[in-house]
């Protein structure tokens, strides 16, 4: 075989391999995300930090935990482009300069998505955990 029938082989077979991977990463980030339910919910609402546990049932039609979270008043937030990032919860601020952020949780495993992706599930426990350390 030549030499630029080599080249030809193997920059076909580089383009179907990126398609391939291509499709496999729009297929892994398309099926993870569940459609928000419509209607009533009932969740668990759990903010941890320092000395202060908090933890209360809601009843509630959003559909998206930060609206939820700012509709109740149980966070201060500032707006980036990427959504809401939670700067104090439930009156707890968070000290940027001692490393401090709240992490959020969706029945006990850390969220892979911000606030404002978090979709609502009924029977849904999410927590709010004062966290320090990058």
Do not use: H
């Not at 029938?5 to 990463?25: E, N, S």
């Not at 700012?70 to 809401?84: A, C, H, V």
């Not at 919860?89 to 998505?113: H, K, L, P, R, S």
């Amino acid at each position: 075989m030549t030499k630029k029938k080599q080249l030809i082989i193997a920059a076909v077979g580089a383009a179907v391999l990126t398609a391939l991977c291509a499709v496999l990463i729009i297929i892994v980030f398309t099926s993870g995300k569940s459609e928000p339910e419509k209607g009533g919910k009932e969740i668990t609402i759990e903010i941890v930090a320092k000395d202060s546990n908090f933890s209360e049932k809601y009843d509630t039609d959003e559909e998206y935990l930060g609206d939820f979270l700012e509709n109740e008043k149980l966070i201060g937030f500032d707006t980036t482009e990427y959504g809401r990032f939670i700067t104090s919860a439930n009156g707890i601020e968070a000290d940027a300069n001692a490393q401090e952020w709240w992490a959020v949780y969706v029945n006990g495993e850390m969220a892979v998505t911000g606030v404002d992706q978090t979709v609502i599930e009924d029977g849904s426990v999410y927590r709010l955990e004062l966290t320090v350390g990058w």
